[in-house]
């Protein structure tokens, strides 16, 4: 399984972005799909995530700005990112746990990770 990131950029505060991430191979759509960030000098931290029947997560400080989604026929996962802030800025990991549910919150049982995508948020 591969993942491939992309969608990150420079946005001011209060602007939108939207991650993908594709993947190959035949798992997919029976995995769960993760979204993790990691800002400068500090741990990975597990944004959001959702299930193969599509159940979500979503840590509390992007409650009600970011939506996680996929679509199982495009093999790609997306993190819609909404009212932005500073504190968002950070290197964005998707991952794979090769399990249809529940998601894990634990970094360790993820089995696969993209390359990261670069989120920075700034006037």
């Known amino acids: 399984v591969q993942l491939q990131a992309s969608g990150g950029g420079l946005v001011q505060p209060g602007g939108s972005l939207r991650l993908s991430c594709a993947a190959s191979?035949?798992?997919?759509?029976?995995?769960?799909m993760g979204w993790y960030r990691q800002p400068p000098g500090n741990q990975r931290e597990l944004v959001a995530s959702?299930?193969?029947?599509?159940?979500?997560t979503y840590a509390d400080s992007v409650k009600g700005r970011f939506t996680i989604s996929r679509d199982n026929t495009k093999n790609t996962v997306y993190l819609q990112m909404n009212n932005l802030k500073p504190e968002d800025s950070a290197v964005y990991y998707c991952?794979?746990?090769?399990?249809?549910?529940?998601?894990?919150?634990?970094?360790?049982?993820?089995?696969?990770w993209g390359q990261g995508t670069q989120v920075t948020v700034s006037s």
């Open positions: 959702v299930t193969a029947g599509g159940s979500t």
């Open positions: 191979g035949s798992i997919f759509s029976i995995a769960v």
């Open positions: 991952a794979l746990e090769a399990t249809s549910s529940p998601a894990s919150t634990f970094e360790k049982d993820y089995d696969y």
